[in-house]
């Protein structure tokens, strides 16, 4: 009877194994097309762009960036290195604007954006006396 229980599992296990793998194949393709559009769509935005299309798309995006827009920063581009400029309300508008550009398609990003420096809250000006 142990036997018997045990042949049962094993064909069991082998037909679930068998049945697993033939299902990648069926459904697979369309998958597969899908991943391929956006492996293409990905290729298409690494290929290297003239500087003066990356200077536009980062002015392009600025200009759309509601948060963004008031702190008119400004931006140069040298074979596909941006060098960012302006004042930042603070440290996450620098850190957009530096996004921003890297989407773009610059090669390196040079953030010489100025932003207020970051207040420590009482909390942690406390931790810091105890250590």
Known sequence: MKRIFAVFCFALALSAVAFAQAQPAQGGETMMKKSDKKAQ????KSVPQSDGDIQQCI???LAKSEKL???SFSSAVSSGVVTLTGNATNAGSKGAATGIA?????TKVVNNITAPAVKKSEKSE???KKG
């Open 102 to 106: 890297k989407r773009c398609g610059a």
């Open 41 to 44: 769509k990905k290729a298409e």
């Open 69 to 71: 827009k008031s702190q």
């Open 126 to 128: 406390k931790s810091d």
């Open 59 to 61: 002015t392009d995006k």
